[in-house]
């Protein structure tokens, strides 16, 4: 008697399993990544000219500006918007060897500083998704946080050697 139990058991365990695998616990797939890279362009040839150009061409007055939006609908599918807006020079050539390798490794620098306030994005929109997207705001108002502080720590990037001399 005991043995037809066992069985009648193990059935109902399966459906039971395979009941909770289609319905109980919803499948996290990545959020959709969208990157958008745009250039303005620079093309002074001393430190100073390209300071000033930076200054003045950038977004907002920024050298290099990113900006992240994070959107989430029906059953919890987010998007992660990222457009990096980055100075592009238009002759390196013009700039002296001395200067091109200043401007090269600034610009390096300034890349890798944008694409971490790219990543805070998307770490929003893994934790929104996460959450099943319950206190979404919450989450953006956390890594909006996290962007200001790290600006803050890094001077923008010029700890991180975002810097023309």
């Known amino acids: 008697m005991v043995g037809s139990n066992r069985g009648t058991n193990t059935i109902k365990l399966a ?3 395979l009941i909770l ?3 109980g616990t919803p499948a996290h797939a990545e959020p959709n990544i969208i990157i958008v890279e745009q250039t303005y362009p620079v093309d002074a040839t001393t430190a100073r000219g390209l300071v000033r150009q930076m200054s003045t061409r950038g977004r907002i007055g920024f050298w290099a500006f990113t900006r992240g939006w994070v959107s989430w609908k029906g059953q919890c599918e987010v998007t ?3 457009r990096y807006t980055l100075p592009e020079h238009t002759n390196p050539n013009a700039m002296s060897p001395a200067l091109r390798t200043k401007w090269n490794r600034m610009k390096t620098a300034m890349r890798a500083h944008e694409e971490r306030h790219g990543q805070h994005s998307i770490n929003a929109g893994r934790e929104i998704e996460q959450a099943g997207c319950r206190g979404g705001n919450a989450i953006l108002r ?3 946080q996290q962007d200001k502080a790290y600006d803050a720590r890094t001077r923008h990037g010029k700890t991180e050697g975002v810097v023309m001399k």
């Open 80 to 82: 992660v918007k990222i």
């Open 142 to 144: 956390k890594w909006r």
């Open 15 to 17: 459906a039971g399993l």
């Open 21 to 23: 695998l289609a319905f």
